[in-house]
């Protein structure tokens, strides 16, 4: 069984920064595709960035240049960063596990999540 914990989040003005963590069990982490995803209230959860067993990385459009993932397998840790943060930023983000090493935006593709954290963006 996989654990994925979350740490990070809170509340920040626009154009300020944050970073999440998310922190699996298990000794094949290095092997999958790890992602991070949102949802705002009233809205479906969307896909925000993925990084793959070998580095690459893929994000939304509406994060790009604004959000980094990246991740540790020596810490069986991923992250995000995200910097410049717009109040359309606010929303619980939930890191999660891929069925694959390849990077995939399809949220059906990964079979263990975090428990989420909140992220509050104000004006």
């Known amino acids: 069984q996989v654990q994925l914990v979350q740490s990070g989040g809170g509340l920040v003005q626009a154009g300020g920064s944050l970073r999440l963590s998310c922190a699996a069990s298990g000794r094949t982490f290095s092997s999958y595709a790890m992602g991070w995803f949102r949802q705002a209230p009233g809205k479906e959860r969307e896909f925000v960035a993925v990084?793959?067993?070998?580095?690459?990385?893929l994000y939304a459009d509406f994060v790009k240049g604004r959000f980094t993932i990246s991740r540790d397998n020596a810490k069986n840790t991923v992250y995000l960063q995200m910097n410049s943060l717009k109040p359309e930023d606010t929303a619980v983000y939930y890191c999660?596990?891929?069925?694959?090493?390849?990077?995939?935006?399809?949220?059906?593709?990964?079979?263990?999540w975090g428990q989420g954290t909140q992220v509050a963006v104000s004006s």
């Open positions: 990084v793959s067993w070998n580095g690459g990385t």
């Open positions: 999660a596990r891929s069925r694959t090493g390849w990077a995939t935006q399809n949220l059906h593709e990964y079979d263990y």
